[in-house]
Every structure is written in structure tokens, then in C-alpha cells.
């Protein structure tokens, strides 16, 4: 794979947002530019070739990996995954009917929390010890990004992701992810209006604890009052935003 493949993200179209990154992406995936296996670029070369910021970027890829598209691994970069790996459920039509708004912010959230709650039950009975570390160093991530809350947005989603594969349930992952992936993307807009972001730190790592101690009663409840939390927070933000527009 030559480098020369990835074009630079118009300047007009580079966006606050991720969204650019995900559909040339995936275009390029759609294209066979970019075929199940190969391993992306180094992050920061990929930021130059596409024309946006580490921090855009990362999110960008984990937008991608959420619904199976791309696979994160440890040490080694990031990999397009292979055809005859996990199963994953495309979120574009969802993402399509979102877009008509047939479905509210308040049924997304609702779905959420209805898969997210049985999710942390099930991985508190699951996780493995490895799974648990990786929840461990996303919430630490999170306290070491509370004054960048796109980064801080990073870290909360492999969060959900690592609890939803410790669930063991793939089915639930992957309806989890498609809905996740939407309302990740709507909190990307506003997110640099959070003012609880610590608040919220908080709240992954008593989820974490509850797992940890293979508590599912408490990962449950403890997964209900951060989505309700996240919910209200979400909703205070973009009623910031249409108060005092940004420039
Ligand atoms: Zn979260």
C-alpha cells in the first residue's frame, strides 16, 4: 500500500468533527484502496496525509473500529479488518433514519441504556483479567484528558467498547456499537461545552470497580446513572450551544 493513496481532506470540508475522516475511510475500504489486513499509516503521518488533528483523527478511527470496521491493536497500528473476522452490523441505515429524526434523542439514549445495563451485567460474570486492564487504563486516560474533552470522548468510547467485548454476547455488541456510534457522534459537536467531564471520570471507574468485583447488580446501576447523566449533559450542552452559538 503507497502512501500516495490518501488524499489530503479539502480544506473547506475539514470539519470540527471526525465525519470527514470516517467517509474517506470508508471509501477508500469500499474502493479496494484499502483491503481487509493492511495496517494504516503511523497516526501522525495519516493526520498529515488527511489534513486533520491527531485528536480528530484518533476519534475518526475509533468511530471506524466501533462498528467493526477497522481493529485498533495493541503495539502493532491500526489494521482494516479481515473479511472473515468479527461480525458487524453496518450503521448506516440507522444512521440514515437518525437523520429523518424517526427516532429522538430520548429513544437512543432509552435503547442505550436498555443494552448498555444488560452489557456491564454480563461483563462483570465475563471479563477477562486482560479486558479489566483495558477498562482500568481508559479511565485513567479519561482523568489525564478532563481539559480536552474530544480526547476525553476517545478514551469514553473504547470504554463502552471494551465493556461491550467483555460482555461476550456479539449480538448485543453490535447493536450496542451502532447506537453508541450515533449518539458519539452527535456529543462530538458539543462536547467542548462538558463542564462534568470529572464527574463523569468518576463514573466509568465505579462501572470499572463493579466489574472488577463481579458485582453485576452494582455494574448495572452503575451503568444507568452514567447514561442518565450522560443524557442530561447532552442535553444541557446543545441547549448551550443554541443559547451562545459559537463563532
Ligand atoms: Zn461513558
Redesign the pocket.
Known sequence: MSESIFKTIDAERRGTTFEEVVSQLREMIHNGDLRPGDRLPPERDLAKLLGVSRPTLRAGISSLAAVGVLQPRRGAGTFVVEAEGPPSLDSSPLRLMASLQRFTPAEMFEARRSLEMAIAGLAAERATGEQMAEMSEEVTGMFASLDEPEQFLVH?MR??QTVAAASGNRILTALMNMVATILFEVRSKTVRRARDLKE?AE??RKIYRAIRDRNSEAARDAMRD??ML?QKAQEQEEADAIHQPSS
Open positions: 469514553d470504554f463502552h463523569s463514573m466509568h452514567h447514561l450522560a
